[in-house]
């Protein structure tokens, strides 16, 4: 089944524990996507007990989905554990981090057009 195919009927697909897509039998996570336009997703990923692990959204390109916008993580006890944003599959800008008590870490700036960390920012 494509992903178009996915995107269009199902609207999920299961990912492994890099969030790559994978058959049902080997995964992790579900990614559960909501159309918003004819190329815009947004979607939420649980794992297969029913734990939130992110919500974004994703642009679809070539059949490709591409984490493209605003993106939450999560802890596996519910509470936020990164928030920033991609730019057509890298991070980009600053990305605020939380540990598993909801505490606010340092956070981490990645170069806009390569994704790379440029550096921590503590605030």
């Avoid at 297969?48 to 959204?57: I, T």
């Avoid at 984490?67 to 890298?90: A, C, L, Q």
Wanted: aromatic share 12%.
């Amino acid at each position: 089944m494509s992903l178009m195919s996915i995107c269009q009927e199902d609207k999920s697909d299961y990912l492994d524990m890099y969030l790559d897509v994978t058959e049902k039998r080997d995964a992790i996570y579900q990614r559960v996507l909501t159309p918003l336009d004819e190329s815009v997703f947004g979607a939420e990923i649980v794992s297969l007990n029913g734990m939130v692990k992110a919500k974004g959204v994703y642009f679809l390109e070539d059949g490709e989905l591409i984490p493209n916008g605003s993106f939450v993580f999560f802890h596996p006890n519910g509470k936020k554990e990164s928030e920033g944003r991609y730019k057509m599959g890298y991070k980009v800008d600053a990305w605020k981090r939380y540990d598993s008590t909801g505490t606010e870490k340092t956070s981490k700036y990645y170069q806009s057009d390569l994704g790379n960390l440029i550096q921590s920012i503590s605030e």
